[in-house]
C-alpha cells in the first residue's frame, strides 16, 4: 500500500490516495454518527475516498442567517469537518483527528437547495495534514462557488474518533 | 463624535470605541434576531458596546462533536458572529457587514458548562474592519481560552443587516 | 470583453480570465520595477496573463534560513507578491492594488535551485479579489510544492501602482 | 521550573513565562545569524525573553515596495520570524523549531523610519506552539501598527535549529 507523499503534482490537478487504514470508511461513518451538532444540522456524508470527503445539508429556515442565506458558520463547520474527514481517512489506524486551525474565504452569497462542503487532502503526513475545502450551492443544475478554505490537521496518539 | 483610528496603541491594551451610529444597539440585536442559525445554536448576546460584542452558549448535545466537546464550527459560528457585530457596532447607518473571511487556531479542547465568543474591533475603516476574536469555556469559576480568531469584515452599500 | 465572474466552475479545474484593461502587461511590470525589495531579493516576472502571474528566484545564500533552505519570509513574499500582481491584471484601469490579507501553510522544505510561486486569481470582485499562491521548487527536472496560500486583495480607487 | 500552559487568562492581558531550557538565549541567537535572509533585509534583535522576541529594520529602499513603504513580504518575514523564536525561547532543548502556518492583516501602510515586529507566544504546547505577531512602524515618537498576525508553530525532534 503505497501513500502519495507530495511527489510534486501540480495544484489544478486531481490526487488520487491510497489509505493506510483498509477500515477508513467504518472509522469516519462512526465518528460522524456520534457528532451531535453535525445531526443538529442536518449533515450528511455524500462522498467518502481517501483524501477526499463530501458533506451536504438541505435548505431550512433553520441554518441561515438573517437574509435566508445559509449561515456563515455552518459553511465553516461543513468545511472543517469535510476536510477533518478527508484527513481521517488518510491516517494510521491507532490516531484521530483534531483540527489545529482553518482560515476561510466567503466568495459568494450561499443561496439555493442545498449546501455542498468538499474536503480534501492536499499533504497528507505523519503528524500534520494540510487539506483544502470547497463549498458550493446547488440549485437545480446551478453550481456557485461560496467558500473556500485552507486547513490544517493533526494526527492524535491514542485518541480515538 | 470622535472615532479612534489606528492611533498607534499597542496590541495589548483596551481600546474603548465611539459607536457612528447612536442607534447601534438596535442595529445588532435587530439582525441578530433574524439568523435563523443562531436561535437553532441557542446563542444569546452577553455584551453589546461599540466595538466589542460577547455571545454565548449553553452546553447541549446538540451543539456536540462525537467527545463531548463544543464543536469546532459551533466555536467558529460564534467568532465569526461576534466579529461581525463587533464591526457593525462601529459602521455608519446605511450600510451592512458582510465578512470577508476569517481564520481561527483551536487552543484546547472545549468542554464547559458555557461557550462564550468576545468579538473585539482591532482596526475600524470605511470599507474593511479588522477584528479579533476570542471565544473560552466557562465552568463555574474556571474560564479557559479554547480559540482564537482573525477576521476581516466589510461594509457594504444599501445592504441593511 | 466578458469577465469571468464565479460562473461556478470546479476547485481543480483551470480558469481562463479576460482582462478588463488591454494594458494590464505594462501596469504589472511598471510596478514590479518601483519595488525595491523585490530587486533585493532577485525576483524576476516568469509568467504574466491575465488573473494568473508567475515569479522566481534562483538560490542564494542571501535568501536562506538555518538549514540553507529558502526563507519562509521569501516565500511568502513572492506568494503575496504573484497573488497581487494576478488580481491586478484583472482590475480596471484607474485603480492600484492592495494586500488586504493572507493565511500561507508551509509543506516541504524549499530546498532547490529555483523557487517558484504561482499567483492565481480564484474570484475576480470590484472591490475585493480572492487569489490562490502556490509555490514550489525546481531542481532539474524535480518540482515540489512546498507552499500554498489563500489571499485576499483590495482596489483603490485613485491609487496608481 | 514550572510553565505557564494555558491557564486562562484573557486575551489582553500580558502573560509572563519561564523557558524551559536556561539556555534558550543563546540558541535563538544561534539560529539567528544563520540565517542569510535576514541578514540581507538588515534584521536586528531588539528584545529576547522567554515567549516574546522582538526584531526590527530601519529603512532603505532595498526594503520598500512601489511606494516607499517597507514591503508586505518584509512584514510577513519578520512577523514569521520573531513568533518562531518566541516559540523555540518556550521549548525544551533538543527541539527545533518549525512555522507551520501563518495568516497575517495588513492594517496600515507601513511608512516610517524603522519598522518592528513583536513575535508573542499565546499558547505553548508540547508539539504546536500558537504564537501571535504585531508589526509596527516608529517614526520618531510615533509608533503605527502596520500588521497582526496569527501563527502555528512545530516542535521537531532532532533538528537543531
Redesign the interface.
Known amino acids: 500500500m503505497i501513500l502519495d507523499e507530495?511527489a510534486?503534482?501540480?495544484?489544478?490537478?486531481?490526487r488520487t490516495f491510497v489509505a493506510r487504514d483498509p477500515d477508513y470508511e467504518r472509522r469516519v461513518r462512526d465518528?460522524f454518527v456520534?457528532?451531535?451538532?453535525?445531526?443538529?444540522?442536518g449533515a450528511v456524508i455524500d462522498e467518502l475516498a481517501p483524501g477526499h470527503v463530501t458533506l451536504s445539508v438541505r435548505h431550512?429556515?433553520?441554518?441561515?442567517?438573517?437574509h435566508g442565506f445559509f449561515?456563515?458558520?455552518?459553511i465553516?463547520?461543513?468545511a472543517?469537518?469535510a476536510a477533518g474527514y478527508a484527513a481521517l481517512s488518510m491516517m494510521r489506524p491507532e490516531v484521530g483527528v483534531?483540527?489545529?486551525?482553518?482560515?476561510?474565504?466567503?466568495?459568494?452569497p450561499a443561496r439555493g437547495e442545498r449546501l455542498v462542503a468538499?474536503g480534501r487532502v492536499?499533504?497528507p503526513g505523519r503528524?500534520?495534514t494540510?487539506c483544502?475545502a470547497?463549498v458550493?450551492t446547488v440549485d437545480g443544475e446551478?453550481?456557485?462557488?461560496v467558500a473556500?478554505?485552507?486547513l490544517?490537521m493533526?494526527s492524535v496518539d491514542g485518541f480515538q474518533?
Open positions: 507530495g510534486g503534482m501540480g495544484p489544478g490537478e486531481r465518528s456520534r457528532q451531535g451538532f453535525l445531526r443538529h444540522c431550512a429556515e433553520a441554518l441561515t442567517q438573517q449561515h456563515g458558520g455552518l465553516a463547520t461543513l472543517d469537518t483534531l483540527s489545529v486551525e482553518f482560515k476561510l474565504n466567503f466568495i459568494a468538499h492536499i499533504r503528524t500534520l494540510v483544502r470547497d458550493e446551478r453550481v456557485t462557488e473556500t478554505a485552507l490544517t493533526m474518533d
